[in-house]
Structure formats: C-alpha cells, structure tokens
C-alpha cells in the first residue's frame, strides 16, 4: 500500500463522540486526501492537504475537520459522530507538482461504525 | 461537479474472456485514471491516460479515451479469477492547475474460474 498506513482499522463508536483518525505516509508526498466509500455513491472526497497546514475541503466536508501538522500525517476528526458517518474512510496521497491531478496511492482503510 | 459514469454497474464473465468496462464524464479533462479495488482493501492504480492520447496500454489492459464523446473504456483481456474486483475510473477537473480526482461508482467484476 504504498507506504500509507491508516489507524485505526476498525473502530465502532457511539453517536455525539468525538472521532479522530490517522494516516501516516512515508513517501514524502506533497498531497493528502481523506474520501469516505459507501455503497452506491464511489469514493467522496473530505478533505485534502497540499502541504503541511495547508489544508482545503473536498465534496463532503459537512462534519469532519482536518489538520496536517507533519508532511507524513493526516488526522481526520469527526467532531461528534453521526450514525451517517458510518462508512469506510481511505487515506491517498500523491506527489504533486505535475500541475494536472497525478496518480493517487491508497491506504488500506478505515471501518467506522457509528451506534 | 462532475462525475465519471461506469457501465455496466456489475459484469460476470468466464475465465478466459475478455472484460469490457465503460466511464462517462462531463466536462473536459486533463487526464483520466482507472483504479481497481479488491474486497475489503484500498484502490490501486491500473493506468492513466491524458487528454491528447487516444489508446494506452499495460499488460492484459487497454484503455480508449474519446474525448469527443467524453468517454472512455478499460479493456481486460483473457481475464483471470484474480481479476475480479471492483474498477473504477477517475477524472480530474481539467481546465487548471488541480491535483483532486473525482471518482466514479465504479463496475463489479466477476471473473468466474
């Protein structure tokens, strides 16, 4: 995968909880993307990050904020659980500088199941 | 914002066939990617094919890119069992400088040994 590790793996939380999960690349890759996958809607993409601080919201940001202190981490927080945030959340990164959209590497991914 | 279309939704073949998958987009691109995605893991890169390219290949794939029509198709030849997995195409926003790609829903494959 790319040298993209996601934690945790799996979490099953409890609606109105506070909910913050990680990627961590070792490529040194300018961007990072949170997407969330649900049945019949692809991927959808959160947020993404264009380096350190530099942060920008994507097609589905309603509830979820971002923060990338580090160019090798990405924190997706979900500041109080909904029951519509239960899905499976990727992590992608890529190198950038090409000035058009360039191939994306993808993390193993998050289950999140909010009761 | 726009979207690529795959189609058919889902496909099951034999072993051996050839798979054919379609994606549909709205408005013009700088680039269009295919992924593949098996049970339960993330997407990986299969091909990326830009805007002034007509045909690529990789392997057992081939993608067309018409941007006429604004569609473009993956080819898996002599598919295998191994091939089954969801395939997905990808877009970028064309028109500038941008580094997001927006997916599609994507097409199930079933390569049946």
């Known amino acids: 995968d790319a040298g993209i590790t996601q934690s945790p793996r799996h979490k099953v939380t409890e609606t109105g909880t506070p909910v913050t999960l990680r990627c961590h690349q070792t490529e040194n890759h300018r961007y990072m993307y949170w997407y969330r996958q649900d049945p019949g809607h692809g991927l959808r993409l959160i947020h993404y990050?264009?380096?350190?601080?530099?942060?920008d919201k994507g097609e589905v940001s309603d509830g979820y904020s971002v923060s990338r202190s580090k160019t090798e981490d990405f924190l997706l927080t979900l500041e109080s659980a909904t029951s519509s945030q239960t899905s499976v959340y990727f992590c992608a990164i890529s190198e950038g500088g090409q000035g058009v959209a360039d191939t994306q590497y993808f993390g193993p991914g998050t289950r999140l199941t909010v009761l | 914002s726009q979207q690529g279309e795959e189609d058919p939704q889902a496909l099951s073949i034999q072993e051996g066939e050839n798979a054919t998958m379609n994606c549909s987009y709205k408005t013009s691109i700088n680039n269009l990617q295919w992924y593949r995605q098996n049970s339960g893991r993330g997407l990986v890169h299969l091909i990326l094919?830009?805007?002034?390219?007509r045909e690529k290949h990789s392997g057992r794939l081939r993608v067309t890119l018409d941007t006429s029509k604004k569609s473009s198709s993956l080819l898996i030849t002599a598919s295998r069992a191994a091939d089954t997995a969801s395939y997905f195409c990808a877009t970028d926003a064309g028109g500038g400088a941008t580094n997001k790609l927006i997916f599609g829903t994507g097409t199930l494959l079933a390569v049946q040994p």
């Open positions: 094919i830009r805007s002034n390219e």
């Open positions: 990050s264009y380096g350190v601080k530099d942060t």
